[in-house]
């Protein structure tokens, strides 16, 4: 069975930190690119991150860039994302995602596997 379980989301200080995980489970993780996705309220969900099977090439929204961090542990099928200087706008349920390997990283629907989400508040 397919698990994607996301844990460390929480309540911050703009300007804060928080560092989410994304434990992996009933799938060859090594195989498979990833990508971190995040949905507002009221917003359609939106690309954050991706990362490839490797932890090589990695790329990040514009919005994000330069504060966040992509990486993954392939021996612990964990993949994480440091966010640092967080801000209002980073408000959303934060979702880690198994990318399928055709069509557009940055495409949602392009994603094989999806976790529940993890909710980060941000307060200003």
């Known amino acids: 069975q397919v698990q994607l379980v996301e844990s460390g989301g929480g309540l911050v200080q703009a300007g804060g930190s928080l560092r989410l995980s994304c434990a992996a489970s009933?799938?060859?993780?090594?195989?498979?690119?990833m990508g971190w996705f995040r949905q507002a309220p009221g917003k359609e969900r939106e690309f954050v991150a991706y990362i490839n099977w490797s932890g090589g090439p990695t790329s990040y929204a514009d919005s994000v860039k330069g504060r966040f961090t992509i990486s993954r542990d392939n021996a612990k099928s964990t993949m994480y994302l440091q966010m640092n200087s967080l801000k209002p706008e980073d408000t959303a349920v934060y979702y880690c995602a198994a990318y399928g390997g055709s069509g557009s990283y940055y495409y949602g629907p392009d994603y094989s596997y999806w976790g529940q989400g993890t909710q980060v508040i941000v307060s200003s």
């Open positions: 009933g799938f060859t993780f090594s195989n498979y690119a």
